[in-house]
């Protein structure tokens, strides 16, 4: 699972510019800076480590919203990055590409313990030049956690 090219390559996030998002901006120090590479297989791969006050009720599990914010911002990211590639442009080289979610359906399959990395893999579609579907899956320890089903929908970069 996942890539092992991530070490040399620059993730999506830290090629994007202007980006304030709680889960994926490079440029908010309170977030949660998540990074995304690409993967060998296509996919999109993101490793993230939570904090203590990232838990649910039970201080052992991961809350569902931040679950949510990795999963939907390592979605809209890696679609992102799809349509540069499709562009044949680097990310942020020439006209800025954006998208945010239009919708997204989660199942939360089992508990994530806190203190384990979560790994995140997205599965990319291109259905029209606006829309990316993205089926993007949450792990831990080699377990599916989570399953989220995202549209990524382009919009105007002043959006
Ligand atoms: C970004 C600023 C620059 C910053 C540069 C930095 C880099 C950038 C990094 C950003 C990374 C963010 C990562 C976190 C992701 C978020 O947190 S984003 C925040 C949460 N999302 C929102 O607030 C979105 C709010 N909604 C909207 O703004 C608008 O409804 C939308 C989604 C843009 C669509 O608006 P619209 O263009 O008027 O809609 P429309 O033309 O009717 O729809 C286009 C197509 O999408 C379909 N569609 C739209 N909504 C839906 C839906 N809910 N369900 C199903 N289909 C839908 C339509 O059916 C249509 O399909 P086709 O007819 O083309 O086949």
């Known amino acids: 699972m996942g890539s092992g090219m991530q070490d040399i390559e620059i993730a999506f996030q830290d090629q994007l510019q202007k980006n304030h998002c709680f889960g994926c901006g490079a440029d908010n120090d309170q977030g949660l800076k998540i990074k995304s590479y690409w993967a060998d297989d296509g996919t999109a791969v993101c490793r993230f480590t939570a904090k203590p006050h990232h838990c649910a009720g039970p201080t052992r599990y991961l809350n569902g919203g931040i679950m949510a914010t990795l999963l939907d911002c390592h ?18 080289e020439g006209e800025s590409i954006a998208f945010v979610t239009g919708s997204m359906d989660i199942a ?30 949450l792990f831990s320890e080699d ?6 089903d995202v549209l990524a929908v382009r919009v105007p970069d002043n959006w």
């Not at 979605?75 to 942020?92: H, K, N, P, Q, V």
């Not at 377990?143 to 989220?148: G, T």
């Open 108 to 137: 939360y399959k089992q508990p994530v313990p806190i203190d384990s990395p979560v790994l995140l893999k997205a599965e990319l579609e291109s259905l029209s030049p606006r829309k990316t579907r993205v089926v993007c899956r």
């Open 143 to 148: 377990n599916l956690c989570a399953q989220a």
């Open 75 to 92: 979605s809209i990211c890696s679609a992102i990055a799809l349509a540069y590639r499709t562009e044949g442009r680097a990310i942020s």
